[in-house]
């Protein structure tokens, strides 16, 4: 079975900081996904890589997958108050299901 | 454009009772997914449909789930019985083509006492 391990599960931190959320497998994922979802509302897909070592930005988001496409890294820089939500990564196990991590629940405080 | 479409929203029902959640995917997507998302597993694909057939329902718990599409428009997942451990959020999502993105559904919360 694939699983996806996101970390940290939780993370609060102050408007202005830097953050890097993780997703780790031992499995290899034909590309991976983004997500971001709020409160009463379903996930909302942010960005997809597929190469090994892709590197994407989304304005203050800076997504990463890993050479071996096993892993991947979001990095925030200079957090803001509506960043907060959940973060989700998913895999795609080369069948096109998406595995899902169990999410990365970010609180930036003003 | 409206997005997909669930109903209803929440659900509260006492276990042992029969449990409809309905989903009307985006015009033009011929592609539909079912998750479950709870806190302790996460988000869990459930079962898909593309044209309307459904193509992998491995993640379907128990006999007791059911998912049926009709029509391009319309697809509802079933419970029966329920039991208290089914309390989650399930959504529907769907996709023009199976590998494109998928677009959520804001979910049906489900309580079973």
């Known amino acids: 079975t694939q699983l996806l391990e996101q970390s940290p599960q939780f993370l609060s931190i102050q408007e202005g900081e830097n953050l890097t959320v993780y997703c780790n497998s031992s499995s290899v994922f034909s590309s991976l996904q983004w997500y971001r979802q709020e409160p009463g509302e379903g996930p909302v897909l942010l960005v997809t890589?597929?190469?090994?070592?892709e590197v994407k930005k989304l304005k203050r988001l800076t997504f990463q997958f890993g050479d071996a496409r096993k892993d991947s890294s979001l990095h925030i820089t200079a957090a803001q108050p509506g960043d907060t939500g959940l973060y989700l990564c998913a895999g795609d196990d080369q069948g096109g299901k998406l595995i899902f991590g169990q999410g990365t629940e970010l609180s930036v405080k003003p | 454009d409206a997005g997909v479409i669930q109903s209803p929203r929440h659900e509260v029902t006492e276990m042992g009772q029969e449990v409809t959640l309905r989903c009307k995917p985006i015009?033009?997507?011929?592609?539909l997914f079912w998750y479950r998302q709870t806190m302790m597993r996460g988000l869990e694909l459930l079962i898909y449909f593309n044209n309307n057939v459904p193509i992998d329902d491995s993640g379907m718990p128990e006999d007791r789930f059911s998912a049926k599409m009709p029509n391009a428009s319309f697809s509802t997942l079933k419970i029966q019985p329920s039991e208290p451990r089914d309390s989650a959020v399930y959504f529907c999502?769907?996709?023009?083509?199976?590998?494109?993105?998928?677009?959520f559904g804001p979910g049906t919360r489900l309580t079973v006492l």
């Open positions: 999502a769907s996709s023009k083509g199976f590998y494109n993105e998928q677009f």
């Open positions: 890589v597929v190469t090994g070592g």
């Open positions: 015009s033009g997507h011929n592609s």
